[in-house]
């Protein structure tokens, strides 16, 4: 794969030679068209573009992002040059992101970096959600902002008017079907609205002639050019009614009509939108009175006609699920930190058919409202939710080959790296601002030379399994960027995410530090974030872990923690205790006293942390498992299991993979053979409950200590008792 660097018209330092032996020693890399460094490369050194977009080989990388869309032109307009379906053009920003900073000229080791994360083949591809909208438009709101709003999409789209209240002014041309009422209910996504509309006013808008007779017979001025009757100025007297006797449009006796109706697009312009949530679904505008933002969302109203994909942004895996068993939820974590609402519980059985394929349980996800955010793979403990565009083994390996290059072109005086993850949106213009005025503010640094900036689709869909596995591999730190474009869900899910790994990394002994969240809005906050990535080095690992990323989350986060318990700088503690909230690892604690060993809960876990013994009563308990959903405490009907939160690593980290006896007991024999069956308190806790009980009297109580044979052969032969043959 050729690689073109370009100095900018020498405005930053750049050592092919030292760039070509770090990707020479980069596994997958090449440093095939590293031996030239270009200064002008879209202008003058054009040639060397449409040299190298000729020869054959592997994809093309540029070291530009500023002038892509020049380059793809030329590489159109040279003769002999593969299509861009057959060799692609990748290109990297090596230049905001380091080689405009104040030690620029340490940068080598992250421009190789970033040279060989471009390099690397295209992520496994994902399967598509797709969208289909022919251009029915609702607008919501106020007779004259409707207006108006119609007016900017009529000549495009198939607009119908939801006039809300009273007063203002309609055209008197018909162009557009209007209805009158409040709205009720709107649900669904681009191509696939539906609304639901009351009707309560008198004048029904579809038989109105707009003849404006009624606003000229009302005394009161109760109605206006929007043709409804404000109930609140009118007096009752029914002149209009009289007016309109011909059209029969006014009708005050007229019952409230429910109308409901599928639009593929939706202009709200009403004060309070329609979805609350910080992410609405795509498709829907609410502007309010903003006549900017309505401007905006006219111009991508238009071009939302047409057939429309995305990537499905999640898998899941229902076997691994921890929210819910027998009706009883348990995490929800997912549900909680979606800020589109695309995530619905599936626990009640109610509705059911009986011969459902389907049981009850688990989580359901709509993809159509999916935005990709990726915050309910990085809060799931379990790893039944996992991010898919990319996806872990392929996200894993970009970040382990920054590393891996990193470390190649370092030296013994180059500081470790740490690994700044922003998304491609609101996070890389951050970066880019910065790179642009540290260049021109001699107050600012930039983006420092071990700083690696890392861009992501969104912030939140990289998680705990990924970071703790950087550190593991060398990086020093990893940072999250977030900017105005995060919920605040985000932050909160985000923020206990890293407590948890940070606590873990104390707890090994590698001091603070290595975790943190980095809070910029814009180029406002330019300052306050140059300050915060010049933060130094903490403790990381002696030696870089080797392995990769695996497919499921609880894997890689234990070939993560197993390398940084080997390569603790202090003695590793047998327990780390972690905060209660997010924490994906943790043990039980049970309380002998109540526990009848009724095994309720062994029933009710999720992920077989929680396991029984056929030949005697014992609650086992395999701590690597346990995800700390809490299913097991809320089903057990005495409350006699508590979660504890922390990593139990006794014996080097291999107790928490063997099963070990939470609770046992003696086993109770039955009077008439002998023969154990469950345990004395469980057997001593039926009888005390069902004593005051009518079909447990006598001898019918002593059945209760028999076992299943014991108590049949016993009924059948006890003579004092009366059969129904008798009766």
Same mark, same amino acid.
């Given at each position: 794969?050729?690689?073109?660097?370009?100095?900018?018209?020498?405005?930053?330092?750049?050592?092919?030679?030292?760039?070509?032996?770090?990707?020479?020693?980069?596994?997958?890399?090449?440093?095939?068209?590293?031996?030239?460094?270009?200064?002008?490369?879209?202008?003058?050194?054009?040639?060397?573009?449409?040299?190298?977009?000729?020869?054959?080989?592997?994809?093309?990388?540029?070291?530009?992002?500023?002038?892509?869309?020049?380059?793809?032109?030329?590489?159109?307009?040279?003769?002999?040059?593969?299509?861009?379906?057959?060799?692609?053009?990748?290109?990297?920003?090596?230049?905001? $992101?380091?080689?405009? *900073?104040?030690?620029?000229?340490?940068?080598? =080791?992250?421009? %190789? +970096?970033?040279? /060989? @994360? &471009?390099? #690397?083949?295209?992520?496994?591809?994902?399967?598509?959600? $797709?969208?289909?909208? *022919?251009?029915?438009?609702?607008?919501?709101? =106020?007779?004259? %902002? +409707?207006?108006? /709003? @119609? &007016?900017? #999409?009529?000549?495009?789209?198939?607009?119908?008017?939801?006039?809300?209240?009273?007063?203002?002014?309609?055209?008197?041309?018909?162009?557009?079907?209007?209805?009158?009422?409040?709205?009720?209910? #709107?649900?669904?996504?681009?191509?696939?609205?539906?609304?639901?509309?009351?009707?309560?006013?008198?004048?029904?808008?579809?038989?109105?002639?707009?003849?404006?007779?009624?606003?000229?017979?009302?005394?009161?001025?109760?109605?206006?050019?929007?043709?409804?009757?404000?109930?609140?100025?009118?007096?009752?007297?029914?002149?209009?009614?009289?007016?309109?006797?011909?059209?029969?449009?006014?009708?005050?006796?007229?019952?409230?009509?429910?109308?409901?109706?599928?639009?593929?697009?939706?202009?709200?312009?009403?004060?309070?939108?329609?979805?609350?949530?910080?992410?609405?679904?795509?498709?829907?505008?609410?502007?309010?009175?903003?006549?900017?933002?309505?401007?905006?969302?006219?111009?991508?109203?238009?071009?939302?006609?047409?057939?429309?994909?995305?990537?499905?942004?999640?898998?899941?895996?229902?076997?691994?699920?921890?929210?819910?068993?027998?009706?009883?939820?348990?995490?929800?974590?997912?549900?909680?930190?979606?800020?589109?609402?695309?995530?619905?519980?599936?626990?009640?059985?109610?509705?059911?058919?009986?011969?459902?394929?389907?049981?009850?349980?688990?989580?359901?996800?709509?993809?159509?409202?999916?935005?990709?955010?990726?915050?309910?793979?990085?809060?799931?403990?379990?790893?039944?939710?996992?991010?898919?565009?990319?996806?872990?083994?392929?996200?894993?390996?970009?970040?382990?080959?920054?590393?891996?290059?990193?470390?190649?072109?370092?030296?013994?005086?180059?500081?470790?790296?740490?690994?700044?993850?922003?998304?491609?949106?609101?996070?890389?213009?951050?970066?880019?601002?910065?790179?642009?005025?540290?260049?021109?503010?001699?107050?600012?640094?930039?983006?420092?030379?071990?700083?690696?900036?890392?861009?992501?689709?969104?912030?939140?869909?990289?998680?705990?399994?990924?970071?703790?596995?950087?550190?593991?591999?060398?990086?020093?730190?990893?940072?999250?960027?977030?900017?105005?474009?995060?919920?605040?869900?985000?932050?909160?899910?985000?923020?206990?995410?890293?407590?948890?790994?940070?606590?873990?990394?104390?707890?090994?002994?590698?001091?603070?530090?290595?975790?943190?969240?980095?809070?910029?809005?814009?180029?406002?906050?330019?300052?306050?974030?140059?300050?915060?990535?010049?933060?130094?080095?903490?403790?990381?690992?002696?030696?870089?872990?080797?392995?990769?990323?695996?497919?499921?989350?609880?894997?890689?986060?234990?070939?993560?923690?197993?390398?940084?318990?080997?390569?603790?700088?202090?003695?590793?503690?047998?327990?780390?205790?972690?905060?209660?909230?997010?924490?994906?690892?943790?043990?039980?604690?049970?309380?002998?006293?109540?526990?009848?060993?009724?095994?309720?809960?062994?029933?009710?876990?999720?992920?077989?942390?929680?396991?029984?013994?056929?030949?005697?009563?014992?609650?086992?308990?395999?701590?690597?498992?346990?995800?700390?959903?809490?299913?097991?405490?809320?089903?057990?009907?005495?409350?006699?299991?508590?979660?504890?939160?922390?990593?139990?690593?006794?014996?080097?980290?291999?107790?928490?993979?063997?099963?070990?006896?939470?609770?046992?007991?003696?086993?109770?024999?039955?009077?008439?053979?002998?023969?154990?069956?469950?345990?004395?308190?469980?057997?001593?806790?039926?009888?005390?409950?069902?004593?005051?009980?009518?079909?447990?009297?006598?001898?019918?109580?002593?059945?209760?200590?028999?076992?299943?044979?014991?108590?049949?052969?016993?009924?059948?032969?006890?003579?004092?008792?009366?059969?129904?043959?008798?009766?």
């Amino acid at each position: 794969m050729k690689t073109l660097i370009c100095d900018c018209n020498r405005t930053m330092p750049l050592d092919a030679p030292a760039l070509a032996r770090a990707l020479a020693a980069t596994p997958g890399a090449s440093p095939d068209g590293l031996e030239a460094t270009h200064s002008v490369l879209c202008r003058r050194e054009a040639g060397a573009f449409q040299r190298a977009a000729q020869a054959e080989g592997e994809a093309l990388v540029v070291a530009c992002t500023q002038e892509a869309r020049l380059f793809q032109a030329l590489h159109a307009e040279t003769a002999g040059a593969p299509a861009l379906q057959e060799r692609p053009i990748r290109f990297v920003n090596i230049r905001e $992101t380091g080689g405009w *900073s104040r030690d620029a000229a340490q940068a080598t =080791p992250k421009i %190789a +970096a970033l040279l /060989a @994360a &471009a390099q #690397l083949p295209d992520p496994e591809p994902v399967g598509t959600v $797709t969208y289909r909208a *022919s251009g029915r438009t609702l607008v919501v709101g =106020p007779a004259d %902002a +409707a207006a108006r /709003a @119609a &007016a900017l #999409l009529g000549d495009g789209l198939a607009v119908t008017l939801l006039v809300t209240g009273t007063g203002g002014a309609l055209p008197q041309a018909r162009e557009q079907v209007v209805h009158t009422g409040r709205l009720v209910r #709107l649900s669904g996504w681009l191509g696939a609205f539906e609304a639901e509309w009351d009707s309560r006013n008198p004048i029904d808008p579809e038989l109105c002639t707009r003849c404006n007779a009624c606003v000229a017979a009302c005394p009161e001025g109760a109605i206006g050019l929007d043709w409804q009757v404000d109930l609140d100025r009118c007096t009752g007297h029914r002149a209009c009614v009289r007016v309109c006797e011909a059209a029969g449009a006014i009708d005050f006796q007229r019952d409230p009509v429910l109308h409901t109706e599928p639009f593929d697009t939706v202009l709200d312009l009403r004060a309070e939108p329609a979805f609350t949530q910080h992410q609405p679904p795509q498709g829907y505008f609410h502007v309010a009175s903003d006549e900017r933002r309505l401007f905006d969302a006219v111009l991508r109203l238009r071009e939302l006609v047409g057939e429309f994909d995305k990537p499905r942004f999640f898998q899941y895996r229902a076997k691994l699920c921890a929210h819910s068993r027998n009706e009883r939820v348990g995490c929800d974590a997912c549900i909680e930190v979606c800020s589109a609402r695309a995530i619905r519980s599936d626990a009640s059985a109610k509705g059911r058919a009986k011969n459902s394929l389907q049981p009850a349980g688990g989580i359901i996800v709509e993809p159509h409202l999916c935005v990709g955010c990726g915050a309910c793979t990085t809060v799931c403990p379990s790893g039944a939710l996992s991010y898919a565009a990319p996806n872990p083994v392929d996200q894993g390996k970009r970040l382990k080959t920054l590393l891996s290059a990193y470390a190649a072109a370092s030296g013994p005086r180059i500081a470790p790296p740490a690994l700044l993850l922003h998304s491609q949106g609101a996070g890389q213009r951050l970066i880019d601002d910065l790179g642009r005025a540290a260049r021109l503010d001699d107050s600012l640094h930039g983006v420092p030379a071990r700083v690696i900036p890392v861009p992501l689709w969104h912030t939140a869909s990289v998680g705990l399994d990924l970071w703790l596995a950087a550190i593991a591999q060398g990086a020093s730190q990893v940072w999250l960027l977030l900017t105005d474009e995060e919920a605040p869900e985000y932050r909160v899910a985000l923020a206990e995410q890293l407590a948890v790994g940070q606590a873990i990394l104390e707890g090994l002994g590698y001091g603070s530090g290595h975790l943190r969240l980095i809070e910029a809005r814009d180029a406002r906050d330019l300052a306050t974030l140059d300050a915060a990535l010049r933060a130094p080095a903490a403790t990381g690992v002696r030696r870089p872990a080797s392995f990769a990323a695996q497919a499921d989350k609880r894997s890689t986060l234990e070939l993560a923690i197993e390398h940084l318990r080997a390569e603790a700088p202090a003695a590793v503690p047998e327990a780390i205790a972690l905060p209660a909230a997010g924490s994906p690892f943790g043990s039980l604690r049970v309380d002998a006293e109540r526990c009848t060993l009724c095994l309720a809960c062994v029933g009710a876990c999720p992920e077989n942390a929680l396991a029984d013994n056929p030949d005697r009563p014992q609650l086992k308990f395999i701590e690597k498992n346990c995800v700390q959903c809490g299913l097991c405490a809320g089903t057990c009907p005495e409350q006699a299991i508590t979660l504890e939160p922390r990593l139990w690593l006794a014996d080097e980290g291999r107790a928490r993979k063997q099963p070990r006896v939470l609770n046992e007991a003696q086993p109770f024999g039955c009077i008439r053979c002998g023969k154990p069956f469950g345990t004395a308190r469980a057997i001593e806790a039926m009888v005390a409950k069902l004593a005051t009980h009518a079909a447990f009297q006598g001898p019918a109580a002593e059945r209760l200590k028999m076992c299943g044979d014991c108590r049949v052969i016993d009924l059948h032969t006890r003579v004092d008792e009366v059969r129904i043959t008798d009766l």
